[in-house]
């Protein structure tokens, strides 16, 4: 399994931002996809997750409103477009694939161990 991201980078507050995950190695769909996110001196928090089979995108409270996961299972890519970008919102961003997505957003908390990571992208918003 590999996963690439890309798309990072440096973005004033207020702005938007397109990551995407390029995944190999498995049968896109066939497992929940989604993103963690760690900010410096804290620990990673799943904010996104996405499974064809439970038919459900699924977002963690902190991001709800401003973070869209989608995919592209003919491109085999997974994309996290953000919204008004906010300081706090500077961190590694990885995409993850798991078996099954948190089903409400408080299971986000408990969401620690997804079988597989991408090596991250940096985003960091200016303030």
């Known amino acids: 399994v590999q996963l690439v991201e890309s798309g990072g980078g440096l973005v004033p507050t207020g702005g938007s931002l397109r990551l995407s995950c390029a995944a190999s190695?498995?049968?896109?769909?066939?497992?929940?996809i989604g993103w963690f996110r760690q900010a410096p001196g804290r620990e990673r928090e799943g904010v996104a997750c996405h499974s064809d089979a439970e038919h459900r995108t699924s977002y963690a409270d902190s991001v709800k409103g401003r973070f869209t996961l989608s995919t592209d299972n003919a491109k085999k890519t997974a994309y996290l477009d953000i919204d008004n970008l906010m300081p706090e919102d500077t961190a590694t961003y990885y995409c993850?694939?798991?078996?099954?997505?948190?089903?409400?957003?408080?299971?986000?908390?408990?969401?620690?161990?997804?079988?597989?990571w991408g090596q991250g992208t940096q985003v960091t918003v200016s303030s």
């Open positions: 993850v694939t798991d078996q099954i997505c948190p089903a409400v957003a408080v299971e986000f908390s408990v969401w620690k161990t997804p079988d597989y």
């Open positions: 190695g498995f049968t896109f769909g066939e497992y929940a």
